[in-house]
């Protein structure tokens, strides 16, 4: 988790957008780390891994609104990041913590960055 985390830091300090096919190899990655690791996943990951997903869901609906030949896979993109970014909020709600809890544990992370 953290090696997607310290890549997801340098990518949001970066002056130019990140290329389409950086951004899908990360994409497919996270996404893959996300299917064989949700599991064993404690509430700390959780919260780090809703917080990468939201940042991928949002970065991919914005630039699926562009006109263009990627557009479609960005929206595939930012589907696939919202199922898992709501996939994690239900997580974290199963083990205790209220939505409050959870969005102030995601603004509180969000501005340790």
């Keep these: 988790m953290e090696e997607y ?8 300090s970066m002056e130019s957008e990140l290329p389409y096919e950086d951004f899908n190899q990360y994409f ?11 599991e064993q996943f404690d509430q700390d990951a959780c919260v780090k891994a809703k917080f990468v997903a939201a940042i991928l ?18 929206r595939k993109m930012s589907e696939k990041s919202k199922l898992w970014t ?24 969000s501005d340790s960055i």
């Design 5 to 12: 985390l310290a890549k997801m830091k340098e990518y949001l």
């Design 28 to 38: 497919q990655d996270y996404t893959g780390y996300l299917s064989n690791s949700y």
């Design 57 to 74: 869901h949002a970065n991919s609906e914005d630039r699926s609104k562009r006109k263009g030949p990627l557009a479609k896979k960005y």
């Design 86 to 109: 709501d996939a994690l909020n239900y997580r974290l709600l199963k083990t205790g913590m209220s939505q409050q809890e959870i969005d102030q544990a995601n603004k509180a992370f």
